[in-house]
């Protein structure tokens, strides 16, 4: 088993920057591929990063490429989502994943979820 806890979410004017993090334990973080997923009201979870293993190949949702960034710290078992030049539209509860493989977008393929993280983006 392997437990996930968010932290870092708030409320932040558009524009503004903002990071979340993600701590793991109950087994071998490294072994772990990570994901980064969020959910606005009334819609579906949606992919919005992933991270490999060892941290060095990383992939983003299109609406997100070039503005967001993701990280890992084997050592200190944490994953953290760097979220820069933020809109109201990233506005949704973020939840980190954990998962045998890197970079799906399919939720189905994570087996272990965070609780959630609310981030507010106001215009």
């Known amino acids: 088993q392997v437990q996930l806890v968010e932290s870092g979410g708030g409320l932040v004017q558009a524009g503004g920057s903002l990071r979340v993090s993600c701590v793991a334990s109950g087994r071998t973080f490294s072994a772990l591929a990570m994901g980064w997923f969020r959910q606005a009201p009334g819609k579906e979870r949606e992919f919005v990063g992933a991270?490999?293993?060892?941290?060095?190949?990383?992939m983003y949702a299109d609406s997100v490429k070039g503005r967001f960034t993701i990280s890992r710290d084997n050592a200190k078992n944490t994953v953290s989502l760097q979220m820069n030049s933020l809109k109201p539209e990233d506005t949704a509860v973020y939840y980190c994943?954990?998962?045998?493989?890197?970079?799906?977008?399919?939720?189905?393929?994570?087996?272990?979820w965070g609780q959630g993280t609310q981030v507010t983006v106001s215009s």
């Open positions: 991270i490999s293993r060892s941290g060095q190949s990383t």
């Open positions: 994943a954990a998962g045998p493989i890197f970079g799906t977008y399919r939720t189905s393929l994570y087996d272990y």
